[in-house]
């Protein structure tokens, strides 16, 4: 599974922005897809992720309320919403495929996931 990024970019904090995740290649194996982030000097954190089947969604503390990932099954794409930026939030995003079932413990596990996209920043300024 081949994954590309895009719609990252520079935003005033309070602003939006979507990223869209382009999968390709053998998808009929996905079963969830994630997006996690990583700062600078930091760890890389689990954002959101969605059951690519059944449509069941996840989110970090940090972005409920905030965020909201989907898919698009027909397109083989999956987005995420970022409203009410914040300076915390700047980061490189990156898109996710878990190719096997998995667990709500897992789901969250940026090691459980199988394929990965090149990353996209985000940086929200104050």
């Known amino acids: 599974v081949q994954l590309v990024e895009s719609g990252g970019g520079l935003v005033q904090a309070g602003g939006a922005l979507r990223l869209s995740c382009a999968a390709s290649?053998?998808?009929?194996?996905?079963?969830?897809m994630g997006w996690f982030r990583q700062a600078p000097g930091k760890e890389r954190e689990f954002v959101a992720a969605?059951?690519?089947?059944?449509?069941?969604?996840y989110y970090s503390d940090s972005v409920k309320g905030r965020f909201t990932i989907s898919r698009d099954n027909a397109k083989i794409k999956g987005y995420l919403q970022m409203n009410s930026l914040k300076p915390q939030d700047t980061a490189v995003y990156y898109c996710?495929?878990?190719?096997?079932?998995?667990?709500?413990?897992?789901?969250?596990?940026?090691?459980?996931?199988?394929?990965w996209g090149q990353g996209t920043q985000v940086t929200v300024s104050s």
């Open positions: 969605i059951n690519w089947r059944g449509g069941t969604t």
């Open positions: 290649g053998r998808t009929s194996g996905m079963y969830a």
């Open positions: 996710a495929v878990r190719t096997g079932l998995f667990t709500i413990a897992t789901i969250t596990v940026n090691t459980e996931y199988n394929y």
